[in-house]
């Protein structure tokens, strides 16, 4: 079956350490996101991709950073800059014909400070 | 950004049919209405979404006011599996970004 994978499920960073989400898709969608959740509430945007080798920032970008090398993979990449990095992360694809095509999530990665 | 009004939280019996509703007054014409819902610990799964005509799919119906300022989400048999939050977003032509809020969390009685 076609859909996201996130791994790993749980991630813990020590201080001043940088740590990489993996997202990996093999859906064929050319579009991929990733969001932040804190508890109790709604997503928010960090970064998108539309196309391979290009990316722009979301809503709340400082302190991440991304890649889009190949179309079926979006790594996300904590740094020590992201003073509170404890969240939920979510990553999700859609095609981005027709425009309003729903997206696709995947189960998501919990981070955590040591 | 595209703002919607969601109640905060709902209950439902088991069985019974839901209506969660979302006010999104800011709506455009060529914008869509999404629904997603989030289980504990997952990420959020498509419910359904329309532009201007009711819509149904094997999980919900969803009914878009005339003025499309409004819609509703109907489960029209609620199960335990259903508890989660709900959330009711408004898709820019030109800004393809979801914007989520805080959504409804329904909860189902047994």
């Known amino acids: 079956d076609g859909g996201i994978t996130q791994s790993p499920k749980y991630l813990f960073r020590k201080e001043g350490q940088n740590v990489t989400l993996s997202c990996e898709q093999n859906l064929n969608h050319d579009a991929m996101y990733w969001y932040r959740q804190d508890p109790g509430q709604g997503l928010r945007l960090i970064y998108y991709?539309?196309?391979?080798?290009?990316?722009q920032k979301g809503d709340i970008a400082e302190g991440y950073s991304v890649s889009r090398e190949k179309k079926e993979s979006f790594p996300l990449t904590v740094t020590s800059a992201q003073k509170n990095p404890t969240a939920f992360y979510l990553c999700a694809s859609t095609p981005r014909t027709p425009w309003f095509s729903p997206q696709h999530f995947g189960d998501g990665t919990r981070l955590s400070i040591l | 950004d595209a703002k919607t009004t969601q109640p905060n939280s709902m209950e439902s019996n088991e069985e019974e049919p839901v209506h969660l509703p979302c006010n999104h007054s800011t709506i455009s014409g060529t914008d869509y209405i999404h629904w997603y819902r989030q289980l504990p610990s997952q990420g959020p799964e498509y419910v359904i979404h329309g532009l201007t005509s009711n819509v149904n799919n094997r999980m919900a119906s969803l009914a878009i006011a005339e003025d499309r300022k409004s819609s509703t989400l109907i489960l029209h048999r609620a199960t335990l599996r259903d508890a989660a939050v709900y959330y009711c977003i408004h898709l820019n032509f030109g800004n393809e970004k979801l914007t989520f809020g805080t959504g409804t969390r329904l909860t189902i009685i047994p």
């Open positions: 991709s539309q196309i391979v080798n290009d990316f």
